[in-house]
């Protein structure tokens, strides 16, 4: 559900235009009891790729553990080429970390928590709302895009 919302936040600021949409995912105090499975993280790679290669800028991955690099490495050879370029494990020092996010994210646009100058915080509560999702397509373009969308699951 919350692609779906990037997605369409996406067409809504863009004006209906295929829009990108980046993700940030911070798994800093994820301990090794939490971690989820090969398998899982498989599936969540392969959606993204299967339905969302056009539409997904770029996947930061920060605050990731040795272990979870590992099975980082042993899934991203199932991603196609296209999808895996698009995904970046972030370092944990300072500096290296700045390093990268710069060859990726204009320098404002990197979250102060993590070295840069933005303070956007994401909350649940606005961005959910009421449980409405605004979308600029026509119910008609909305079963064209479903009907069309390619799905390899």
Not at 7 to 24: A, K, Q
Not at 78 to 87: G, L, N, P, T, Y
Not at 108 to 133: A, M, S, T
Not at 135 to 153: F, G, S
Request: glycine share 8%; proline share 4%.
């Amino acid at each position: 559900n919350t692609v779906e919302r990037a997605v369409s936040d996406s067409l809504l600021r863009n004006n209906g235009e295929i829009g990108r949409f980046n993700v940030v995912m911070d798994f800093k105090g994820l301990s090794r009891k939490s971690t989820p499975s090969l398998s899982y993280i498989k599936k969540g790679m392969l959606f993204l790729q299967d339905h969302y290669p056009d539409r997904l800028g770029v996947l930061l991955i920060v605050n990731l553990s040795g272990i979870a690099q590992m099975m980082m490495k042993l899934v991203l050879p199932f991603v196609s080429e296209e999808v895996r370029k698009k995904i970046h494990v972030i370092p944990d020092g300072e500096k290296e970390r700045r390093e990268v996010l710069e060859q990726i994210l204009e320098v404002d646009q990197i979250p102060d928590w993590l070295g840069g100058k933005d303070e956007f915080r994401f909350n649940v509560d606005e961005y959910y709302g009421r449980g409405e999702i605004q979308c600029v397509l026509k119910d008609e373009e909305l079963v064209e895009y479903r009907e069309t969308m390619p799905y390899h699951a």
